[in-house]
């Protein structure tokens, strides 16, 4: 029987015996922060457990996408070692709530295995919780199993809580006694033995307790049935083979990474072992990138990627230089896409992510791997060959190398591992993750609120509708987290009313401002949350007066605030598609956030948008705006809406009802939030700001309607301010601004000189280089760095230095010579400045001339200047004669 039979198997013979089909959660648990991923298939019905949550069904059937990669179950070394463990896994589960029990739950059980699976009774042993009589009596009454074969056993393997208190219970495991082939052989082997001769395929947990502070059990009115048994492993014992990853489910992936990597299966155990670890982690990696996980340093992320590396690593072993994992990942959808066809949806998405992460490692394994043996070499010699702790984590963080991967090539050069310290690193980065963690969950939700929803009942939201004034109730009060009757302080108080056109901040739109107004008082609404589905909250400021539970009032929203976030709502379905339309079905929404000023739209895109593309993404939306679309709102099951097309988020909670915004032919989205009646409404689109905000996340942000006309109106004013600063037209801005630049770049380069020639011994004082020839003083000398004007105030200076006397200074710049002479009045007669400007400047290449007392030349070949420089006294020595 195929895996795929198996499972509908199940969920058939579930659904005939009362059972509701339910699809599987996300592998990200949508309300439960301290929960790194779904671990079981209870995960999405513990408030259902808890009694916090209702369905319109007591009885449930599933098969739930499972990660045990962290926390209290962590099954990531055993893959590819056991048979029988996997990260990623399908977890098939009937469930009771406060329905039928024990008696029920191991009637239906047995029957299934034994008669729709047709698997032989004689086979399976089962374990009941050591005091758990009742179970223990319905085995052999209910099922007929022999006493010899139902074992009892301690807390440990059977009894199960859900946390510290709550509800609790023993448990009952179904295992398959594979024969003594398989096991140890040892004289105390048993259920309870790790070595494999008995399979554990189905654990039945009997939810009868309540666990309170102190500890003391107290029954449950209605007890309730959790039951978990991974369909992998029942495929392994239907299939007739010795381990999971002989499967039909699993063995496919195991063969295409021998076929790429050209090493068959069975070669040896450790390459065996390799193929069956990228087996398993190719399933696991799809399915977390598809259910909305990016790589990345932190929380589930961090998981994420460690589990890519190790598959690179293991790749590596198998002689697999270039990345493989994402060649391998479409096989998923192949596999699997029929009952999960979300991976199928997302695979384009998926591909990419585990590319680009397959190229980043790839770099940093050869880079790694670099410095390993730098540091081997290092402590090679030393006595004794350790390798610090804190290098090998910093191989482990900085470059993703697993700490066997530095064993293994430490162990070939003879240098041990400090794995003590290295397990110090690793503590101490866990605890910084797990700080980073707590931080970004979800908040807890105050139990004042519960209590206040379970009395007043769900607020109805009327404000989807043009009606944003009404009469309503105050049903609750809250200062400072505690229920009150009567509010008549300063300061803020929670008013809930019994109705309300308010929206709460939820699904990324911002909640609504505006006022309430009573008989007695009026209130300023500051902000509006909704802390659970169906409870509005207004955070209010009183104006005047007293609110008492059970008054009237009227609840007004801030029409324009509102028209705007509208506006920028509806746009933000508009840019998604778009986004889709010029950069690819690859784009997916991770986040965002309207507000009545502007919006924001968090993607998934791994390069730049640019300005080419923003601009067909705003031509797209205001195409669409310019249609005038009507926006539609409908409401239907989650089932029927993803039927349609809808696209929904991950990480989002539905109910059992969905509202779908739809723009007919451009945009379907699963949406609570409150949007304009035609695109039209919109205005115009701007998108304002591109960026990235994390590895393959982009953020678009932009504004609509007026504040178009508000930015550009900005910008006008912006540019005048500029022009006028400059003096110029607007229109002449550019060619000024140009020139502007140039003048400075040549300035900078002057300065640049200048500060050299200062850093070559600065202006030289020129006293010492003054000469004497034929009874003349003179003094003929370069000054870098100076511009003509520079070195006409030279020359003045050193002209009244001298007395009586020729003064000639020179620099350059680039090509250009230049030179300037000055003559005092007593001998300029003889020695006129024009005449040695005359005789000296063809030197440098130029020509020159002036008066008596002062001239000055220019040449084009600078680098004769100290040839003129020393050409002056005979020149001068001629002169005199
Ligand atoms: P084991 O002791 O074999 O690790 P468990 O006690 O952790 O199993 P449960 O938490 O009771 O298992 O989960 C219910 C069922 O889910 C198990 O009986 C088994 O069939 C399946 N299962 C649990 N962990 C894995 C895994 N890592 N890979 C595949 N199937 C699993
Ligand atoms: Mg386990």
Redesign the pocket.
């Known amino acids: 029987m195929k895996g795929s039979q198996i499972r509908e198997l199940f969920l058939k013979y579930f659904e005939d015996q009362g059972h509701r089909r339910v699809r599987s959660a996300p592998l990200v648990p949508q309300s439960d922060p301290t929960l790194f991923f779904t671990n ?1 298939g209870m995960v999405p019905f513990k408030d259902v457990f808890l009694g916090r949550e209702k369905r319109d069904f007591k009885r449930a059937a599933s098969t739930q996408k499972c990660m ?1 990669v962290s926390g209290k ?1 962590n ?1 990531l070394e055993n893959v590819g070692r056991t048979a ?3 990260t990623f ?1 399908e ?1 098939l589960g009937n469930f009771s709530f406060g329905d039928y029990f024990k008696k029920e739950a191991i009637a239906f059980g047995w029957e299934f295995l034994t008669v729709s699976a047709g698997l032989d009774a004689g086979d399976f042993v089962v374990t009941v919780f050591q005091d758990d009589d009742e179970a223990y009596d319905l085995w052999q009454k209910v099922a007929g199993v022999p006493l010899e074969k139902i074992f009892r056993l301690g807390e440990k393997d059977n009894f199960w809580s859900m946390g510290d208190t709550g509800p609790c219970g023993p448990c009952s495991e179904i295992l398959i006694d594979q024969g003594e082939a398989f096991g140890c052989g040892l004289d105390e082997c048993g259920p309870d033995c790790d070595c494999g001769r008995f399979l ?4 039945l947990v009997f939810m009868q307790y309540d666990r309170d502070g102190e500890g003391t059990l107290n029954p449950l009115p209605r007890p309730s049935i959790d039951t ?3 369909l ?2 029942l495929a392994s014992v239907l299939q007739n083979q010795d381990s ?1 990853y002989h499967t039909d489910l699993v063995f496919p992936f195991v063969q295409e990474a021998s076929r790429i990597s050209g090493i068959p299966y069975g070669s040896n155990d450790e390459s065996d072992v390799s193929l069956r670890v990228i087996a398993d982690h190719v399933r696991a990696v799809t399915f977390l990138v598809s259910d909305g996980v990016g790589p990345s340093n932190e929380g589930r992320g961090y998981v994420l990627r460690r589990i890519m590396r190790r598959a690179a690593r293991h790749g590596k072993l198998l002689g697999l230089d270039k990345p493989f994992l994402h060649l391998i990942c479409p096989l998923v959808g192949d596999v699997l896409g029929d009952a999960f066809p979300e991976v199928r949806e997302n695979m384009k998405k998926v591909v990419k992510v585990v590319q680009l992460e397959e190229d980043r490692f790839g770099r940093t394994l050869d880079q790694g791997l670099a410095r390993l043996s730098q540091l081997l070499d290092e402590v090679k010699e030393a006595v004794p060959a350790l390798l610090p702790g804190e290098e090998v984590f910093r191989l482990y963080d900085t470059y993703g190398f697993p700490l066997d991967l530095t064993q293994d090539i430490a162990t070939e050069s003879g240098v041990d591992v400090d794995v003590e310290g290295f397990n110090r690193e690793m503590e101490r980065q866990k605890d910084r993750a797990r700080a980073a963690w707590t931080g970004s969950g979800a908040r807890d939700i105050p139990q004042v609120y519960r209590d206040i929803l379970a009395q007043a009942g769900p607020v109805i939201f009327t404000g989807y509708e043009e009606e944003l004034t009404r009469d309503a109730v105050v049903r609750g009060l809250v200062e400072e987290g505690k229920p009150v009757d009567r509010w008549t302080g300063e300061g803020e108080v929670e008013v809930i009313l019994d109705r309300t056109p308010f929206y709460g901040e939820s699904g990324g739109q911002v909640g609504d401002k505006g006022a309430l107004t009573g008989n007695g008082f009026a209130a300023q609404v500051i902000e509006t949350t909704k802390p659970l589905p169906d409870l509005i909250v207004h955070r209010c400021r009183l104006i005047e007066g007293a609110v008492n539970l059970g008054d009237t009032c009227t609840a007004e929203v801030m029409h324009s605030e509102r028209e705007a976030t509208r506006r920028n709502h509806t746009a933000t379905h508009l840019l998604h598609a778009a986004l889709r339309d010029v950069l690819g079905d690859h784009v997916q929404q991770s986040g965002s956030f309207v507000e009545p000023d502007r919006f924001r739209f968090d993607f998934n895109h791994f390069e730049v948008v640019n300005t080419d593309q923003l601009e067909a993404i705003e031509d797209v939306v205001n195409r669409h705006t310019l249609e005038n679309l009507e926006v539609e709102t409908r409401e239907m099951s989650p089932e029927e809406a993803v039927e349609k097309g809808a696209t929904a988020l991950f990480d989002e909670k539905y109910g059992d009802t969905v509202r779908v915004v739809s723009i007919p032919g451009v945009s379907m989205e699963l949406c609570g939030g409150t949007h304009v009646r035609r695109t039209g409404d919109i205005g115009l689109f701007r998108i304002t700001h591109e960026g990235g905000i994390a590895a393959g996340v982009r953020r678009i942000e932009g504004v609509t309607g007026t504040k178009v006309l508000e930015r550009l109106r900005a910008d006008d004013a912006l540019l005048s301010q500029l022009a006028g600063s400059v003096k110029v037209s607007v229109h002449e801005l550019p060619t000024r601004m140009k020139k502007l630049l140039e003048t400075l770049q040549e300035q900078e380069k002057k300065v640049r000189d200048l500060m050299q020639s200062m850093a070559d011994g600065g202006p030289a004082d020129l006293d010492g280089q003054i000469r004497e020839t034929a009874g003349v003083r003179y003094l003929a000398a370069e000054l870098p760095g100076q511009d003509a004007t520079g070195l006409r105030d030279a020359a003045d200076r050193y002209r009244d230095k001298i007395g009586s006397g020729v003064v000639l200074l020179a620099s350059r710049d680039g090509d250009k010579a230049f030179l300037v002479v000055r003559v005092t009045k007593d001998i300029m007669g003889r020695f006129p400045a024009g005449e040695l400007v005359r005789r000296l400047a063809p030197i440098v290449g130029g020509g020159g001339g002036g008066r008596p007392d002062m001239a000055q030349a220019g040449g084009k070949k600078p680098e004769t200047l100290p040839e003129l420089l020393e050409t002056v006294d005979s020149v001068i020595r001629d002169m005199a004669t």
């Not at 554990?200 to 654990?203: M, V």
């Open positions: 079981a045990r179950h099954d029988r463990h996997h896994f977890m554990e395929l189905w654990n978990g048994m991974g992998e492993r999971n």
